[in-house]
């Protein structure tokens, strides 16, 4: 049973960090690209950054490049993103995701992060 579970949301002020962590059971872990999306209120979800798992190759949203950092520990099968300098405009839940090309899609529950003062 393929299981992701999000954990480390909560409220921060802006310029404030937070560390979001997926931890995943139930597939074997570095055959899967992970990425994290997130989703504002009225507003469509969007992917956030990726990790291939086998090789650490990442990629980021312009809007969070130089900010967020995606990275995986394979041994523990949890991937993380690290946010540092919040802004308000990154409130959303945000979806840890597992996937495995061409149809193996995978979604956690989500965890609301809120930036406000």
């Known amino acids: 049973q393929v299981q992701l579970v999000e954990s480390g949301g909560g409220l921060v002020q802006p310029g404030g960090s937070l560390r979001l962590s997926c931890a995943a059971s139930g597939f074997t872990f570095r055959w899967y690209t992970m990425s994290w999306y997130r989703q504002a209120p009225g507003k469509e979800r969007e992917l956030v950054a990726t990790?291939?798992?086998?090789?650490?190759?990442?990629n980021y949203a312009e809007s969070v490049k130089g900010r967020f950092t995606i990275s995986s520990d394979n041994a523990k099968n949890t991937v993380y993103l690290q946010m540092n300098s919040l802004k308000p405009e990154d409130t959303a839940v945000y979806y840890c995701?597992?996937?495995?090309?061409?149809?193996?899609?995978?979604w956690g529950q989500g965890t609301q992060v809120t930036v406000s003062s």
């Open positions: 990790i291939t798992t086998l090789v650490g190759i990442t």
């Open positions: 995701k597992a996937s495995k090309p061409p149809t193996l899609n995978y």
